[in-house]
């Protein structure tokens, strides 16, 4: 019987390689984006793949599109949320309000637009996979990265407090936190302001998904997966917070 998942932010990066593997997979995949073009493009030569145009801090066009969804392709058997974004002008001090708006209503809302539409069928139907992407700078945080570290705070925060809610439900629940990734979003944070990332790069999309994909394939997976060098990063905030400060603050100088 084929399934079906539902993927946000599939118009590129990470949430791109997400919907194509599925659909390569068999799957039927509702790709969501923001992005219609984008959507065009990961869409390309997968005919069991379907797009839809959606602002998902919008609460009432994710439960349309939802809605839509399970019209068009049935039942949501997997939930995939990569959709996100950032901004990184300045200093705590100094950074547009507006700005730190727009991340917590992408970022957080979003999350919780997306389970709040999903989820309850899945708890009816007493089976589902449910993937939100966190970040380890929600465990992790660094200089000029204030308003998007706190956005991705209150999605684990928002995850570890509905894992208990969900725990018998047959509903499996998976935050991703990747570390910096190689994607167009970690170019975009390069062009507003590179010294907040202290000239490291990043990991690739790919290797953060074949993580993601060795943690589903567990028979329970953990709750929160950290790729690469995401892992030793929460290890040494959670164990040893002053080295992981003092590391950061000899890495990482921000300049406006």
Not at 120 to 125: G, I, L, R, W
Not at 146 to 159: E, R
Not at 218 to 240: I, Q, T
Request: aromatic share 6%; hydrophobic share 45%.
């Amino acid at each position: 019987m084929t399934q079906t998942a539902l993927v946000t932010g599939a118009a590129s990066g990470m949430g791109r390689i997400v919907a194509q593997r599925l659909a390569a997979a068999g799957w039927r995949v509702a790709a969501v984006d923001l992005n219609a073009d984008g959507l065009a493009e990961t869409a390309q030569r997968s005919p069991n793949m379907h797009t839809y145009t959606c602002d998902v801090s919008d609460t009432d066009q994710v439960f349309a599109v939802v809605d839509k969804v399970r019209s068009e392709l049935g039942t949501i058997d997997r939930l995939v949320h990569a959709a996100g974004m950032a901004h990184v002008h300045g200093t705590a001090l100094d950074h547009d309000v507006a700005q730190i708006k727009q991340m917590i209503n992408v970022n957080y809302i979003g999350t919780v637009n997306l389970c709040q539409a999903v989820i309850p069928a899945m708890q009816q139907a007493g089976t589902g996979t449910v993937v939100l992407f966190a970040s380890v700078a929600g465990w992790l945080p660094s200089p000029g990265m204030a308003g998007y570290t706190a956005s991705k705070h209150a999605v684990i925060g928002f995850v570890d407090s509905m894992a208990y809610e969900l725990d018998g439900s047959g509903v499996r629940l998976l935050a991703l936190c990747p570390p910096m990734v190689e994607t167009a979003f970690l170019k975009n944070i390069r062009d507003e302001n590179a010294s907040v990332l202290g000239g490291a790069g990043g990991m690739q999309p790919e290797a953060v998904i074949d993580a993601l994909e060795k943690a589903l394939a567990k028979p329970k997976n953990p709750l929160f997966v950290f790729p690469g060098e995401a892992y030793p990063g929460y290890l040494m905030r959670r164990f040893l917070p002053g080295v992981a400060r003092a590391i950061v603050k000899r890495k990482i100088q921000v300049t406006n």
